[in-house]
């Protein structure tokens, strides 16, 4: 069921960030923002059910030690709990499929194609 419909899944999403808020590193936040970021995350992930959302935080969280922005967790989410495109990392591969495409792994051929397609359609 959405969080939008989830009167539980919405709190369980604001005690996220707010632990979010005491335990990660965040830059030029104060406190009283908080209730503006909650609201901004709710609107933005209010299509998806809390286990989707738990799963996307627990994935940013493996990765990161900053306050996630809400784009972050939707796009994990739509990735399937991988991360967000990154294009620097996009480049990076394109130059090793021109140089050594021999050595690409099946995983990295994987991202391009994902990233390529993204680019194109908008859609994951």
Known sequence: ??????????????????????????????????????????????????????????????????????GDIAHIIMRGNKPPFERSVYIRLAQKRKDFPESMTHEEWAYMDEYERFIVTGKY
């Open 1 to 70: 069921m959405p969080i939008l419909h989830d009167e539980t899944g919405r709190i369980e999403l604001s005690n996220m960030l707010f632990q979010c808020f005491d335990a990660l590193k965040v830059y030029g936040k104060e406190p009283e923002q908080m209730k503006g970021v909650n609201a901004m995350f709710q609107l933005a992930l209010a299509e998806y059910p809390i286990g989707k959302i738990r799963e996307a935080f627990a994935f940013y969280l493996k990765h990161n030690n900053e306050l996630p922005a809400a």
